[in-house]
């Protein structure tokens, strides 16, 4: 199934490459299959014997830091090949953007146009987001009785906030960034905004909470942490809402993991 998906997707890039009038879509077929061998680059490191063992320090969260960790390495073919395409790390999303750019109008959350600044608006949705998957997660997927371990949330909070900072910014990289750069100024807004969130949503099917509740509000939420890019045009938006986020999952896995 994967060199299939790799052949698909080469054959997309070079089809795509060829016509004139599809030409648009290569950059991100292009894309797609260098995630592509990168998630399968990350995934024989975590098979192999040696990369697990690196990561007994963590305890508990020895599992999570080698899945978190090896994010890092598959991000960097991905960001090179941005980076060539794009030309420069504000075309690529690989740049912080400004979080003082006012939201456009969001009917869906009653936010009006021109009023508040995405920094503002990312830490104040990022908290509540926040808050709202610790129930979640509680409800759906870990349950009620479980004991809470209050002690092992509170001796790893630094490791916690490391692997939320980590894997948002790595999953920001492959599920915003890497989808958001090659169609921004080839399609409208709503298509380029609709995609990462598709697969930003695909992706978490079997997280945390997970199925088809958990896909569709990881959905939405790509949808809002891309709408944040977009209007900045960089990722820091989306960085802060999803560490937030992430936070929230660590903590419970500890708590009632």
Request: proline letters at 5%.
């Amino acid at each position: 199934m994967f060199l299939i998906k790799c052949a698909l997707l080469l054959i997309c890039a070079v089809v795509c490459l060829a016509y004139k009038k599809w030409r648009p879509l290569w950059p991100l077929a292009a894309i797609l299959l260098v995630i592509q061998l990168s998630f399968k680059a990350s995934e024989l490191i975590r098979a192999s014997g040696w990369w697990q063992p690196l990561f007994g320090w963590a305890g508990f969260f020895s599992g999570v830091a080698g899945n978190v960790f090896v994010k890092m390495i598959g991000i960097l073919p991905v960001a090179g090949v941005l980076l060539l395409i794009k030309k420069s790390p504000k075309r690529a999303f690989l740049a912080p953007g400004s979080l003082n750019v006012k939201a456009d109008t969001i009917p869906w959350l009653g936010i009006k146009g021109g009023r508040v600044p995405w920094g503002r608006l990312s830490w104040i949705s990022g908290l509540c987001i926040m808050a709202g998957t610790v129930i979640l997660a509680i409800v759906t997927r870990i349950g009620v009785k479980a004991a809470p371990a209050y002690a092992r949330l509170l001796v790893n909070i630094p490791l916690i906030l490391l692997l939320a900072v980590v894997n948002s910014f790595c999953e920001g990289l492959v599920f915003r960034s890497a989808i958001l750069s090659p169609l921004k100024g080839n399609f409208g807004k709503t298509f380029v905004l609709l995609m990462p969130a598709l697969f930003f949503g695909i992706a978490h099917y079997e997280g945390i909470p997970g199925g088809l509740l958990g896909a569709a509000m990881s959905a939405v939420l790509g949808y809002y942490m891309s709408l944040g890019m977009y209007e900045t045009e960089g990722f820091l938006s989306g960085w802060i809402i999803h560490a937030l986020q992430d936070v929230a999952i660590f903590s419970t896995l500890a708590l009632l993991g």
